[in-house]
């Protein structure tokens, strides 16, 4: 099956610097890659996605980019806030696989003032 | 949360004893997951329903069972909880199974001592 592994599992930067996660994932098919969010206490929430016929996608200060080839995808968060403090999942998922979401172990992000 | 219940939030139960997780939605979504949440490694999927009565196992799904009477409700059982199924529960909820947002309950967190 799908096995997407995430770095840095820790990541603290000062506010209005740029922050950057990075997941690779094994499963050549995987087509659909999204980014969640989990506050502290909350569950997760989607905050960009991106599909393998696209190589990057921007909403705001976060983007995200795909490189099939290599089999890797990252998530960029510039000027960074307090509010972008907390848990980041990166995932993947493929129609031959009923589109069940893989993901990633995890992300956390300390934006310090 | 897209009106995503979890009851109850919080359990202490012994090893043993069965355990019952509700998930409640009221935004008539088909798709229905349950997945656990542990340190290091992300969200697996438990078990997943794409329909009234039509479910399918997760990567995680030994020594939990599910079930989908109504649109609207999901159960997660463990028969004969143990300590390793101590854990943070989510629910999620999606519209399809395909390249679409799954939403997110706020987690009951079990521990089974």
Same mark, same amino acid.
């Given at each position: 099956?799908?096995n997407?592994?995430?770095?840095p599992s820790?990541?603290s930067?000062?506010?209005?610097?740029? /922050? @950057?996660?990075?997941c690779?994932y094994?499963?050549?098919? &995987?087509?659909?890659?999204?980014?969640?969010k989990? +506050?502290?206490?909350?569950?997760?929430?989607l905050?960009?996605?991106?599909r393998s016929n696209?190589g990057?996608?921007k909403?705001?200060r976060i /983007? @995200?980019t795909?490189?099939k080839?290599?089999?890797h995808? &990252?998530l960029?968060i510039t000027?960074t806030?307090? +509010?972008d403090s907390?848990?980041?999942f990166?995932?993947?998922?493929?129609?031959f696989?009923?589109?069940?979401l893989?993901?990633g172990?995890?992300?956390?992000?300390?934006?310090?003032? | 949360?897209?009106?995503?219940?979890?009851?109850?939030r919080?359990k202490?139960?012994?090893?043993?004893?069965?355990?019952t997780?509700?998930?409640?939605?009221?935004?008539?979504?088909?798709?229905?997951y349950?997945?656990?949440?542990?340190p290091?490694h992300?969200l697996r999927l438990?078990?997943y329903?794409?329909?009234?009565?039509?479910t399918d196992?997760?990567?995680v799904?030994?020594g939990y069972s599910?079930?989908?009477?109504?649109?609207?409700?999901?159960l997660?059982?463990?028969?004969s909880?143990?300590?390793s199924?101590?854990?943070v529960y989510?629910?999620a909820?999606?519209?399809s199974?395909?390249?679409?947002?799954?939403?997110?309950g706020?987690?009951t967190r079990?521990t089974?001592?």
């Amino acid at each position: 099956g799908e096995n997407v592994e995430q770095h840095p599992s820790t990541l603290s930067v000062q506010e209005g610097d740029s /922050a @950057v996660i990075k997941c690779t994932y094994s499963d050549s098919a &995987s087509n659909y890659f999204p980014w969640y969010k989990q +506050e502290l206490g909350k569950g997760p929430q989607l905050i960009i996605d991106i599909r393998s016929n696209v190589g990057e996608k921007k909403d705001q200060r976060i /983007a @995200v980019t795909l490189n099939k080839t290599a089999k890797h995808f &990252s998530l960029h968060i510039t000027e960074t806030q307090p +509010e972008d403090s907390a848990v980041y999942f990166c995932a993947a998922s493929t129609a031959f696989n009923d589109y069940k979401l893989s993901f990633g172990a995890g992300t956390t992000v300390t934006v310090r003032a | 949360d897209a009106g995503i219940t979890q009851s109850p939030r919080h359990k202490v139960t012994e090893t043993g004893t069965p355990v019952t997780l509700r998930c409640h939605q009221t935004e008539n979504h088909r798709y229905m997951y349950w997945y656990r949440q542990d340190p290091g490694h992300g969200l697996r999927l438990i078990h997943y329903s794409y329909g009234v009565k039509d479910t399918d196992k997760g990567e995680v799904s030994d020594g939990y069972s599910v079930s989908r009477s109504k649109t609207e409700d999901f159960l997660l059982t463990l028969e004969s909880a143990t300590s390793s199924q101590t854990s943070v529960y989510f629910c999620a909820t999606g519209t399809s199974g395909g390249y679409n947002e799954q939403f997110f309950g706020p987690g009951t967190r079990l521990t089974v001592l």
